[in-house]
């Protein structure tokens, strides 16, 4: 339990994240980060906690599974011609995070108090608080970067339906939430005027924590 088998090789989620990683930083040259690795390594709603002297002391952070139907309705829209490699995005803030811009040492400290945030909004149920934090992400990381005219019309025309979002990725997509039937009917017809896909993703069950409680110790 708690395993991933490949070519009949046993490999813990949190190892095979950092292996990934590896591959795609010395390999492949993509200036990536472990969020995403931790994601797929672990198949669901996954709190990560990249506390230094943790990851220092074992090479990995604190992953716990979160149970995803306690989210609010969510919603992915795309579109074909704004997609952008993670490296394209994330090359800039990589070399003026090792430059110790102080912007993005900020704007790191930031994002992980909004996880922590969301976290505890997500375990009580506050939706309002969880629109709040969602909008919050991107706000910040428009302040940072250039994020260019169509995903900025793309994240304004969900906001405008009154529902909440962010980046799904680097660029040409984003996610966020909805309140009802109702909210996703005017998501999608804005969307399609536009020429813009939107969906509901079906979420996968959730694997069973590695240790019983989720956390990976």
Do not use: C
């Amino acid at each position: 339990m708690g395993r991933l088998w490949f070519y009949n090789v046993t490999i813990s989620r949190h190892t095979l994240a950092n292996l990934v990683l590896s591959v795609e930083n010395r390999e492949l040259g993509i200036p990536a980060g472990l969020q995403d690795r931790v994601a797929q390594a672990y198949q669901g709603l996954v709190y990560m906690d990249f506390d230094r002297e943790v990851m220092q002391a074992r090479g990995y952070g604190a992953y716990e599974l979160l149970d995803p139907r306690l989210l609010p309705p969510v919603y992915v829209a795309y579109r074909d011609d704004l997609s952008e490699g993670t490296e394209v995005y994330h090359s800039d803030l990589r070399a003026r995070w090792n430059r110790g811009d102080a912007d993005i040492v900020e704007a790191v400290r930031y994002w992980a108090d909004l996880t922590q945030q969301f976290r505890e909004a997500l375990l009580r149920g506050d939706r309002a608080e969880l629109d709040r934090l969602v909008n919050a992400n991107f706000d910040k990381r428009a302040s940072l970067y250039n994020v260019g005219e169509g995903n900025l019309d793309m994240i304004a025309t969900a906001r405008r339906q009154g529902a909440s979002a962010n980046f799904a990725g680097s660029g040409g997509a984003i996610a966020g939430f909805y309140a009802d039937e109702a909210m996703f009917a005017k998501l999608e017809s804005a969307f399609a005027s536009k020429g813009i896909r939107v969906i509901k993703p079906d979420f996968a069950p959730m694997l069973p924590p590695e240790n019983g409680n989720g956390l990976v110790k």
